[in-house]
């Protein structure tokens, strides 16, 4: 079981396979101008059992990126104070937690093993392989089912990159200059 878990958390820093929108209210700043801004830090939290990895991007209403970065898993810090009151959504790539589930399996999306279940078992092999002094130990072994389990990986990060869409391109025109004039 830890094992599988340290194989589920490896997939989810490095493939950003799982993530979760989180939307949030942000408020225009009323304190005095010589006073430093008082909303510029929100603290947010998962609504699933998974820890928050990294910060994948913020954007308003009208899905505009917006300035924020992460110093602390959980915590937004907006580089700019906002203008106005309205509602912000920020994307965190999540990993697995503890506790594990009552099987002892850590929670995690159901399709996501579904979908990469040799991918997952490979990663498994190639850690468990990898132990000296075991009756399983296989050097050579470890080295291939490893290199099986990070090539999944890359592959899996592209898809999530794609959004699993077949040869789908991952750059998107910038919807700053995506208005028409015609004159």
């Known amino acids: 079981n830890y094992e599988l878990y340290n194989v589920l958390n490896d997939w989810f820093q490095d493939s950003n396979m799982w993530y979760e929108d989180i939307e949030f209210p942000v408020f225009a700043n009323t304190a005095d ?23 994948m991007g913020v954007v308003d209403e009208h899905d505009t990126p917006v300035g924020a970065y992460m110093p602390e898993p959980g ?4 580089t700019y104070s906002p203008t106005g009151s309205v509602n912000f959504t920020a994307r965190f790539a999540l990993t697995v937690n503890d506790p594990v589930g009552d099987d002892g399996i850590p929670d995690c999306p159901d399709w996501v ?4 279940q040799n991918d997952l078992i490979d990663g498994v092999l190639g850690r468990m392989m990898g132990m000296t002094a075991k009756p399983f130990s ?26 699993n869409t077949y040869r789908g391109q991952v ?13």
Do not use: C, G
């Open 33 to 55: 101008s010589t006073e430093p801004p008082d909303n510029m830090e929100y603290v947010l939290a998962t609504n699933q059992t998974a820890a928050i990895v990294r910060l």
């Open 75 to 78: 915590t937004i810090r907006l």
């Open 113 to 116: 093993i579904n979908k990469y």
């Open 138 to 163: 296989n050097e050579r072994l470890a080295i291939f089912h490893t290199k099986s389990f990070r090539t999944a990986i890359a592959n899996a990060r592209v898809e999530q990159n794609r959004q």
């Open 171 to 183: 750059w998107k025109f910038p919807q700053a200059f995506n208005r028409r004039r015609w004159s």
